[in-house]
């Protein structure tokens, strides 16, 4: 019997173009303030980016189509970062993790700026309802995803073996790679908007599942582990 399971943040538990298109608007605000505009034009240009040529250099391509100075990235970079995201947790999401801690524990391993990811945690809310949050980042940039350390740390702070446990997760290598080389068993999710849907599974690392959204998690552990996994209401 499984005793936990772990869930991957962006594109697992909410879609993380949600928080990207957060930034872009408080970036793009900044910009039409010193004359490089319209905000949603800018957002516009900044996503065709993001999806089409190279999500780690938008500003560049934005600082490149609009004539505004390089020189300003960095101080771009750092809103962007800093800003306060508006984000909602899915109501999928909410009943999912609602019914799911009946019966078993469960926690979150991120990658990402620690500052950063844990602005997304707050604003989703979804820090009220799991036992454990690691952010790999509080161990260093070397140590994220699909370094064993984040894993074994919400491991131990959830008091369980790695083969007792269930990751979920959107990226083939950080997610499915990382979690199955120390057992667990690995359920890749693919949002229909998720950033790596299209990556090829790891050599030697498929998921041991493959859902399209976390209802279709819920109903498998219904239908694998318990037959009373309770229907809940969203949580507010």
């Not at 538990?13 to 872009?24: A, K, M, Q, T």
């Not at 190279?54 to 800093?82: H, S, T």
């Not at 844990?118 to 989703?124: E, F, H, T």
């Not at 949002?191 to 599974?201: A, I, L, M, V």
Request: with cysteine; aromatic share 10%.
């Amino acid at each position: 019997m499984m005793k936990a399971i772990l869930f991957d943040l962006d594109d697992t538990l909410y879609p993380e173009i949600d928080y990207v298109r957060s930034g872009f608007r408080v970036v793009a605000e900044i910009l039409a303030d010193r004359g490089f505009g319209p905000p949603a034009e800018t957002v516009a240009l900044m996503e065709y980016c993001h999806w089409h040529v190279d999500r780690d250099r938008v500003f560049q391509f934005v600082a490149k189509n609009l004539g505004f100075p390089e020189a300003w990235i960095p101080e771009l970079v750092r809103i962007y970062r800093r800003h306060d995201p508006t984000l909602h947790l899915p109501t999928e999401t909410q009943r999912v993790l609602a019914a799911l801690c009946h019966h078993f524990r469960l926690g979150i391993v991120t990658d990402g700026h620690r500052e950063v990811q844990w602005r997304k945690i707050r604003a989703l809310g979804v820090h009220r309802m799991v036992d454990v949050i690691v952010t790999s980042d509080d161990f260093g940039r070397r140590f994220w995803k699909p370094d064993s350390l984040p894993f074994l740390t919400a491991c131990r702070g959830l008091n369980v073996r790695p083969e007792k446990v269930i990751f979920v997760g959107d990226h083939p290598i950080r997610d499915i790679r990382g979690a199955a080389q120390l057992g667990m068993t690995a359920v890749r999710i693919y949002r229909p908007d998720g950033y790596f849907r299209q990556r090829p599974h790891a050599p030697g690392y498929p998921p041991d599942r493959e859902i399209a959204d976390l209802t279709e998690l819920r109903t498998w552990l219904i239908s694998e582990y318990c037959s009373e996994l309770p229907i809940c209401e969203a949580v507010t």
